[in-house]
């Protein structure tokens, strides 16, 4: 098939209202064909990022360490094997923008410059059509669970966003678990033109009751945010809130906005531990300490005056790492609290080889689950930004 002729069809293709009605495996079969290429299955990364799923019966999950597909997710790029069969299988990265969503596999008996360029515009394709899916359409959750979710975490689930955004001059990525037992725990990141909004919660308890305290901050939050509020106005409008309608339950914060221009980042703490600021591959644990404010929810009880706001200016290539208590208090194979200092170590570790943001954060909440044998006592909520701006 001619260039020419796979345009003229995949027009054709998306021209069709009836594409929007396919579901995932149809679509990525009759767009394969479509443009002239062999087989196209797409693998859905689950939601501890441990496996690869296929949406379709004919093949098997793949780990995501340990084999070329997941090396493929993991570094974001474009990796090729031959297959028991003789044929060549591309594994294309599947990307919503910053946010991976897994990968896809294209099968050609041989790899040309043409087959690889449309296997990259069938990847874009169809991770466009899994973005505007997967909100309404339950087969793509169901399909990337593992186990039975609790209520509570459904309930914080459905308020989470991407777990990274970006927009080539800041990346933010998070990970948070135990993920199909949440309670409390919760975080949200957003971008305007020139400002990257981020929020960690902790509320108190670990039941239905903490994510809905949990649901409604972030409501509360993303309502002043998006009213135009600033960082005080924002705060004192979440506290209004809770204390309005939920005036026993409180919760810790860390919100933050960073200008991107200036790389001038703004935060208040109502009662959150200190984030970690990670500079040319150094941690610099005391960065951001300052006296924290009360939680959220019960200044009228505690605060002696307004919400402070803190300052500080980042460099090019800084790395704010935002966590909660659960990860610090999370305890070893010998029962022993993590703590910051064996945490800072994790992180160092997790971080030092230079890896995208999204990967290290991956990397850092395994090791924190893998030294509980995948079981952790509290939530554990982890939030990393890194500041990159262009023309510097």
């Known amino acids: ?44 990364v689950d939601l501890q990022q441990r496996l690869l799923v296929p949406q379709t019966d004919v093949a098997s999950a793949l780990p995501v360490d340990g084999s070329l597909a997941g090396w493929a997710y993991r570094t974001q790029s474009l990796r090729v094997e031959e297959s028991d069969s003789g044929d060549v299988i591309a594994w294309y990265p599947l990307l919503d923008g910053a946010e991976r969503l897994g990968v896809l596999a294209v099968s050609q008996t041989a790899l040309t410059s043409v087959s690889l360029t449309r296997g990259r ?23 990337t669970r593992t186990e039975r979710m609790r209520l509570p975490s459904e309930m914080v689930r459905a308020f989470l966003p991407p777990r990274t955004i970006g927009d080539g001059q800041v990346v933010s990525t998070a990970v948070l678990e135990p993920a ?4 409390g725990d919760a975080f949200d990141h957003s971008l305007t033109e020139t400002t990257l909004h981020v929020t960690v919660l902790d509320a108190m308890g670990h039941d239905l009751a903490s994510g ?27 506290d209004d809130v809770l204390a309005r309608w939920l005036p026993d339950k409180f919760c810790t914060a860390f919100i933050a906005q960073l200008d991107l221009a200036t790389g001038v980042l703004r935060w208040c703490n109502c009662g959150h531990p200190a984030p970690i600021l990670i500079r040319a591959h150094r941690l610099i644990t005391d960065a951001m300490e300052r006296d924290a404010d009360p939680p959220l929810g ?33 305890r070893t ?57 262009q023309n510097r």
Not at 25 to 40: E, F, I, P, V
Not at 121 to 142: C, G
Not at 180 to 183: A, M, P, S, T, V
Not at 317 to 326: E, F, H, P, Q, S
Request: proline letters at 3%; aromatic letters at 6%; one cysteine or more.
């Open 1 to 44: 098939m001619s260039t020419s002729e796979a345009s003229d069809a995949l027009l054709d293709f998306l021209a069709d209202p009836e594409h929007l009605t396919l579901d995932l495996a149809t679509a990525a079969a009759r767009c394969s064909r479509t443009l002239g290429l062999q087989r196209a299955v797409v693998y859905l």
């Open 121 to 143: 515009a069938l990847a874009s394709l169809l991770a466009m059509m899994i973005t505007s899916k997967r909100a309404y359409e339950d087969s793509y959750v169901r399909r």
């Open 180 to 183: 199909y037992e949440l309670g």
């Open 212 to 238: 809905l305290t949990s649901a409604v901050t972030l409501a509360a939050c993303r309502n002043a945010r998006r009213n135009g509020a600033d960082l005080a106005e924002l705060v004192a409008s979440v």
């Open 298 to 330: 019960m200044p009228a009880l505690l605060a002696t005056g307004p919400r402070r706001a803190h300052e500080l200016r980042l460099e090019p290539g800084d790395r704010v790492l935002v966590y909660t208590d659960g990860v610090t208090e999370a």
């Open 333 to 389: 194979r010998e029962k022993k609290l993590l703590g910051l200092e064996r945490f800072a170590d994790y992180v160092i570790r997790a971080t030092a080889g230079g890896e995208l943001a999204p990967e290290s954060m991956r990397h850092l909440i395994h090791s924190i689950l893998d030294s509980q044998e995948g079981r952790l006592q509290d939530d554990a909520t982890l939030l990393m930004f890194e500041w990159q701006p």
